[in-house]
Protein backbone atom coordinates (compact mmCIF):
# COMPACT_ATOMS: atom_id res chain seq x y z
CA UNK A 1 0.00 0.00 0.00
CA UNK A 2 1.94 3.42 -0.96
CA UNK A 3 1.18 6.31 1.26
CA UNK A 4 2.39 8.74 -1.58
CA UNK A 5 5.97 10.37 -2.67
CA UNK A 6 7.91 13.27 -0.81
CA UNK A 7 9.64 15.58 -3.43
CA UNK A 8 12.22 18.02 -2.11
CA UNK A 9 13.32 20.89 -4.74
CA UNK A 10 16.95 22.12 -4.07
CA UNK A 11 17.04 26.26 -5.19
CA UNK A 12 20.19 27.63 -6.33
CA UNK A 13 21.04 31.30 -6.49
CA UNK A 14 19.74 31.58 -9.79
CA UNK A 15 16.22 31.00 -8.61
CA UNK A 16 16.34 27.71 -10.99
CA UNK A 17 15.03 24.44 -8.66
CA UNK A 18 18.05 22.16 -10.33
CA UNK A 19 17.38 18.78 -8.70
CA UNK A 20 14.05 17.38 -7.55
CA UNK A 21 13.92 14.00 -5.37
CA UNK A 22 11.15 11.90 -5.37
CA UNK A 23 10.65 8.51 -2.91
CA UNK A 24 8.27 5.93 -3.13
CA UNK A 25 7.53 3.63 -0.66
CA UNK A 26 5.89 0.55 -0.31
CA UNK A 27 4.58 0.10 3.81
CA UNK A 28 2.42 -2.72 3.53
CA UNK A 29 2.91 -6.36 4.68
CA UNK A 30 5.87 -7.97 2.59
CA UNK A 31 6.45 -11.26 2.32
CA UNK A 32 8.26 -12.17 5.17
CA UNK A 33 5.61 -11.03 7.75
CA UNK A 34 2.78 -12.19 6.03
CA UNK A 35 4.36 -15.44 6.75
CA UNK A 36 1.95 -17.66 8.49
CA UNK A 37 3.53 -19.14 12.02
CA UNK A 38 1.38 -21.69 12.90
CA UNK A 39 2.14 -24.21 10.17
CA UNK A 40 5.31 -23.84 11.21
CA UNK A 41 5.13 -24.48 14.89
CA UNK A 42 2.86 -27.61 14.08
CA UNK A 43 5.82 -28.55 12.01
CA UNK A 44 8.95 -27.90 14.51
CA UNK A 45 6.61 -30.15 17.33
CA UNK A 46 6.07 -32.74 15.12
CA UNK A 47 9.62 -32.98 13.80
CA UNK A 48 11.42 -32.49 17.08
CA UNK A 49 9.85 -35.63 18.34
CA UNK A 50 10.07 -37.55 15.67
CA UNK A 51 14.04 -37.13 15.59
CA UNK A 52 13.93 -38.07 19.35
CA UNK A 53 12.62 -41.30 18.33
CA UNK A 54 15.00 -41.92 15.43
CA UNK A 55 18.26 -40.82 16.99
CA UNK A 56 16.87 -44.04 19.96
CA UNK A 57 16.94 -46.71 16.99
CA UNK A 58 19.97 -45.79 15.00
CA UNK A 59 21.87 -45.81 17.61
CA UNK A 60 19.67 -49.46 18.73
CA UNK A 61 20.26 -50.55 15.47
CA UNK A 62 23.77 -49.20 14.09
CA UNK A 63 22.25 -47.29 10.98
CA UNK A 64 23.92 -44.88 9.61
CA UNK A 65 21.23 -43.99 7.31
CA UNK A 66 18.80 -43.61 10.49
CA UNK A 67 21.50 -41.26 12.09
CA UNK A 68 22.08 -39.32 9.44
CA UNK A 69 18.37 -38.65 9.01
CA UNK A 70 18.10 -37.65 12.39
CA UNK A 71 21.18 -35.23 12.27
CA UNK A 72 18.95 -33.73 9.10
CA UNK A 73 16.11 -33.49 10.97
CA UNK A 74 18.01 -31.63 13.81
CA UNK A 75 19.18 -29.18 11.28
CA UNK A 76 15.45 -28.84 10.03
CA UNK A 77 14.19 -28.17 13.41
CA UNK A 78 17.27 -25.62 13.65
CA UNK A 79 15.59 -24.23 10.31
CA UNK A 80 12.06 -24.27 10.96
CA UNK A 81 12.88 -21.95 14.83
CA UNK A 82 15.36 -19.97 12.54
CA UNK A 83 11.68 -18.99 9.97
CA UNK A 84 9.79 -18.65 13.20
CA UNK A 85 12.34 -16.20 14.69
CA UNK A 86 12.86 -14.39 11.51
CA UNK A 87 9.21 -14.13 10.72
CA UNK A 88 8.62 -12.68 14.52
CA UNK A 89 11.61 -10.13 13.22
CA UNK A 90 9.94 -9.18 10.43
CA UNK A 91 6.74 -7.75 11.60
CA UNK A 92 8.41 -5.80 13.62
CA UNK A 93 8.21 -1.75 12.20
CA UNK A 94 10.88 0.51 11.01
CA UNK A 95 12.59 2.27 14.41
CA UNK A 96 15.63 4.31 14.95
CA UNK A 97 18.66 3.25 12.78
CA UNK A 98 16.66 0.10 11.88
CA UNK A 99 14.79 2.23 8.59
CA UNK A 100 13.94 -1.30 6.75
CA UNK A 101 12.80 -2.86 10.06
CA UNK A 102 14.15 -6.26 10.67
CA UNK A 103 13.16 -7.67 7.07
CA UNK A 104 16.70 -8.81 6.39
CA UNK A 105 16.56 -10.96 9.41
CA UNK A 106 14.89 -13.48 6.48
CA UNK A 107 17.62 -13.43 4.17
CA UNK A 108 20.17 -14.42 7.08
CA UNK A 109 17.66 -17.43 8.30
CA UNK A 110 18.15 -18.37 4.66
CA UNK A 111 21.90 -18.19 4.70
CA UNK A 112 22.07 -20.21 8.05
CA UNK A 113 19.35 -23.21 6.54
CA UNK A 114 21.62 -23.22 3.42
CA UNK A 115 25.21 -23.31 5.41
CA UNK A 116 24.01 -26.01 7.38
CA UNK A 117 22.45 -28.32 5.05
CA UNK A 118 26.14 -28.15 3.70
CA UNK A 119 27.72 -28.77 7.00
CA UNK A 120 25.88 -31.75 7.70
CA UNK A 121 26.04 -33.24 3.77
CA UNK A 122 29.99 -33.27 4.64
CA UNK A 123 29.76 -34.68 7.46
CA UNK A 124 27.71 -37.50 6.63
CA UNK A 125 29.68 -37.42 3.45
CA UNK A 126 33.05 -38.22 5.50
CA UNK A 127 31.04 -41.24 7.49
CA UNK A 128 29.18 -42.86 4.43
CA UNK A 129 32.64 -43.45 2.74
CA UNK A 130 34.28 -44.90 5.93
CA UNK A 131 31.08 -47.28 5.86
CA UNK A 132 31.53 -47.98 2.17
CA UNK A 133 34.61 -49.62 2.77
CA UNK A 134 34.26 -51.06 6.29
CA UNK A 135 30.42 -51.40 6.24
CA UNK A 136 28.92 -52.33 9.87
CA UNK A 137 26.21 -54.96 10.59
CA UNK A 138 22.79 -53.59 10.10
CA UNK A 139 19.27 -54.64 11.87
CA UNK A 140 17.39 -53.95 8.67
CA UNK A 141 13.59 -54.63 10.36
CA UNK A 142 13.55 -51.32 12.55
CA UNK A 143 15.09 -49.38 9.81
CA UNK A 144 12.71 -50.39 7.12
CA UNK A 145 9.63 -49.20 10.27
CA UNK A 146 11.17 -45.45 11.00
CA UNK A 147 11.57 -44.80 7.88
CA UNK A 148 7.95 -45.37 6.87
CA UNK A 149 7.44 -43.28 9.74
CA UNK A 150 9.24 -40.87 8.76
CA UNK A 151 7.98 -40.50 5.20
CA UNK A 152 4.75 -39.80 6.81
CA UNK A 153 5.85 -37.11 9.12
CA UNK A 154 7.93 -35.45 6.47
CA UNK A 155 5.16 -35.56 3.91
CA UNK A 156 2.56 -33.68 6.76
CA UNK A 157 5.60 -31.27 7.74
CA UNK A 158 5.91 -30.84 3.89
CA UNK A 159 2.51 -29.71 3.54
CA UNK A 160 2.30 -27.54 6.69
CA UNK A 161 5.74 -25.42 5.76
CA UNK A 162 4.19 -25.18 2.02
CA UNK A 163 1.18 -23.13 3.76
CA UNK A 164 3.12 -21.10 5.67
CA UNK A 165 4.35 -18.50 2.25
CA UNK A 166 7.04 -20.20 0.41
CA UNK A 167 7.19 -17.27 -1.74
CA UNK A 168 9.35 -16.32 1.11
CA UNK A 169 13.27 -17.16 0.60
CA UNK A 170 13.14 -17.75 4.94
CA UNK A 171 10.74 -19.96 4.66
CA UNK A 172 11.76 -21.31 1.21
CA UNK A 173 15.15 -22.68 2.66
CA UNK A 174 13.12 -24.95 5.98
CA UNK A 175 10.79 -26.20 2.77
CA UNK A 176 13.83 -27.81 1.57
CA UNK A 177 15.18 -28.94 4.49
CA UNK A 178 12.28 -30.76 4.89
CA UNK A 179 11.64 -31.94 1.73
CA UNK A 180 15.32 -33.32 1.06
CA UNK A 181 14.71 -35.34 4.52
CA UNK A 182 11.40 -36.79 3.03
CA UNK A 183 13.93 -37.95 0.02
CA UNK A 184 16.08 -38.91 2.15
CA UNK A 185 13.71 -41.92 4.01
CA UNK A 186 12.78 -42.16 0.79
CA UNK A 187 16.62 -43.72 -0.25
CA UNK A 188 16.40 -45.60 3.37
CA UNK A 189 13.46 -47.33 2.96
CA UNK A 190 14.99 -49.14 -0.19
CA UNK A 191 18.25 -49.39 1.24
CA UNK A 192 16.07 -51.32 4.70
CA UNK A 193 14.79 -53.50 2.29
CA UNK A 194 17.82 -54.28 0.07
CA UNK A 195 19.43 -55.37 3.66
CA UNK A 196 16.79 -57.26 4.64
CA UNK A 197 16.13 -59.40 1.43
CA UNK A 198 20.00 -59.48 0.35
CA UNK A 199 21.98 -58.85 3.42
CA UNK A 200 24.17 -56.18 1.62
CA UNK A 201 24.61 -53.75 4.10
CA UNK A 202 26.40 -51.13 1.77
CA UNK A 203 22.79 -50.12 0.90
CA UNK A 204 23.00 -47.90 4.03
CA UNK A 205 26.13 -46.20 3.14
CA UNK A 206 24.99 -45.91 -0.68
CA UNK A 207 21.45 -44.39 0.50
CA UNK A 208 23.51 -42.05 3.25
CA UNK A 209 25.76 -40.73 -0.43
CA UNK A 210 22.39 -40.35 -1.70
CA UNK A 211 21.11 -38.05 1.36
CA UNK A 212 24.31 -35.85 0.45
CA UNK A 213 23.86 -35.32 -3.10
CA UNK A 214 19.99 -33.95 -1.84
CA UNK A 215 21.47 -31.69 0.53
CA UNK A 216 24.05 -30.14 -1.66
CA UNK A 217 21.33 -29.83 -4.48
CA UNK A 218 19.28 -28.09 -2.37
CA UNK A 219 21.54 -25.96 0.31
CA UNK A 220 23.66 -24.85 -2.48
CA UNK A 221 20.83 -22.52 -4.30
CA UNK A 222 19.49 -21.17 -1.33
CA UNK A 223 22.83 -20.25 -0.26
CA UNK A 224 23.75 -18.38 -3.23
CA UNK A 225 20.63 -16.71 -3.40
CA UNK A 226 20.62 -15.35 0.62
CA UNK A 227 24.56 -14.27 -0.69
CA UNK A 228 23.21 -12.49 -3.73
CA UNK A 229 20.58 -10.36 -1.69
CA UNK A 230 23.08 -9.55 1.30
CA UNK A 231 25.83 -8.32 -1.38
CA UNK A 232 22.90 -5.97 -2.73
CA UNK A 233 22.63 -7.83 -6.18
CA UNK A 234 20.47 -7.00 -8.74
CA UNK A 235 17.79 -9.64 -8.41
CA UNK A 236 18.30 -12.12 -10.56
CA UNK A 237 15.19 -11.93 -13.23
CA UNK A 238 16.09 -7.83 -13.10
CA UNK A 239 17.46 -6.59 -16.19
CA UNK A 240 18.60 -3.65 -15.43
CA UNK A 241 19.33 -2.22 -19.20
CA UNK A 242 15.75 -2.88 -19.69
CA UNK A 243 14.60 -1.17 -17.07
CA UNK A 244 17.12 1.89 -18.38
CA UNK A 245 15.30 1.59 -21.87
CA UNK A 246 11.75 2.12 -19.98
CA UNK A 247 12.68 5.02 -18.30
CA UNK A 248 14.37 6.47 -21.34
CA UNK A 249 11.17 5.96 -22.72
CA UNK A 250 9.17 8.41 -20.73
CA UNK A 251 9.03 11.87 -22.89
CA UNK A 252 11.55 14.60 -21.87
CA UNK A 253 13.94 11.97 -20.23
CA UNK A 254 17.19 12.69 -21.70
CA UNK A 255 19.58 10.56 -19.88
CA UNK A 256 19.58 7.65 -16.69
CA UNK A 257 22.64 7.05 -14.57
CA UNK A 258 23.69 5.68 -11.53
CA UNK A 259 20.94 2.61 -11.55
CA UNK A 260 20.83 0.57 -8.77
CA UNK A 261 18.25 -1.95 -7.81
CA UNK A 262 18.73 -4.24 -4.80
CA UNK A 263 16.56 -7.02 -2.76
CA UNK A 264 15.80 -5.51 0.83
CA UNK A 265 13.44 -9.15 1.28
CA UNK A 266 11.67 -11.52 -0.35
CA UNK A 267 9.39 -9.59 -2.54
CA UNK A 268 10.39 -6.19 -2.23
CA UNK A 269 12.99 -4.67 -4.96
CA UNK A 270 13.96 -1.07 -4.42
CA UNK A 271 15.39 0.94 -7.13
CA UNK A 272 17.10 3.99 -7.08
CA UNK A 273 18.26 6.26 -10.29
CA UNK A 274 19.68 9.93 -11.18
CA UNK A 275 17.34 10.73 -14.54
CA UNK A 276 18.71 13.67 -16.75
CA UNK A 277 14.94 15.62 -17.91
CA UNK A 278 14.81 18.65 -20.67
CA UNK A 279 15.85 22.05 -18.63
CA UNK A 280 12.16 23.42 -19.50
CA UNK A 281 10.48 20.83 -17.29
CA UNK A 282 11.83 22.57 -14.43
CA UNK A 283 9.94 25.95 -14.47
CA UNK A 284 6.81 24.95 -16.23
CA UNK A 285 6.13 22.23 -13.66
CA UNK A 286 6.54 19.62 -16.21
CA UNK A 287 9.02 17.76 -13.19
CA UNK A 288 6.28 16.54 -10.97
CA UNK A 289 4.13 14.65 -14.29
CA UNK A 290 7.54 13.18 -15.32
CA UNK A 291 7.62 11.34 -11.68
CA UNK A 292 4.27 9.74 -11.73
CA UNK A 293 5.22 8.85 -15.42
CA UNK A 294 8.69 7.27 -13.71
CA UNK A 295 6.64 5.77 -10.74
CA UNK A 296 3.86 4.14 -13.24
CA UNK A 297 6.59 2.53 -15.24
CA UNK A 298 8.64 0.75 -12.75
CA UNK A 299 5.39 -0.35 -11.32
CA UNK A 300 3.75 -1.60 -14.56
CA UNK A 301 6.51 -2.95 -15.92
CA UNK A 302 8.47 -4.25 -13.28
CA UNK A 303 6.83 -4.64 -10.33
CA UNK A 304 8.48 -1.95 -8.53
CA UNK A 305 6.59 0.28 -5.60
CA UNK A 306 9.64 1.48 -3.78
CA UNK A 307 11.98 4.01 -5.56
CA UNK A 308 13.82 6.79 -5.19
CA UNK A 309 14.50 8.97 -8.51
CA UNK A 310 16.91 12.23 -8.28
CA UNK A 311 15.46 14.20 -11.62
CA UNK A 312 18.21 17.09 -12.41
CA UNK A 313 18.90 19.15 -15.63
CA UNK A 314 22.14 18.40 -18.04
CA UNK A 315 24.30 20.49 -16.43
CA UNK A 316 24.23 19.06 -12.92
CA UNK A 317 26.47 15.81 -13.56
CA UNK A 318 29.25 18.31 -13.63
CA UNK A 319 28.70 18.46 -10.04
CA UNK A 320 27.87 15.17 -9.07
CA UNK A 321 30.86 13.10 -7.21
CA UNK A 322 31.48 9.67 -6.36
CA UNK A 323 28.78 8.63 -9.05
CA UNK A 324 29.15 5.26 -10.71
CA UNK A 325 28.42 4.52 -14.06
CA UNK A 326 25.55 1.89 -14.03
Request: charged letters at 15%.
Amino acid sequence: MRHGHTRDAHEHGHGEPDEVHVQHHDHGVTVTAATRRGPLWAALLLLLAFMLAEVVIALLTGSLALLSDAGHMLTDAASIAIALWAAGLAVRPPRGPMTFGWRRAEIISAMVNGVSLLVVALVVLVEAVRRLVDPPQVDALPVIVVALVGMVVNVVDVRLIAAANRTSLNVEGAYQHILTDLFGFIGTLVAGVVIYVTDWTRADAIASLIVVALMARAGVPITIKAVRVLMEAAPADLDLDEVREHLLGVDHVQAAHDLHAWTVTSGVTSISAHVVIADECFTDSHANEILDQLDECLAEHFDISHSTIQLEPARHRAHERNTTSV
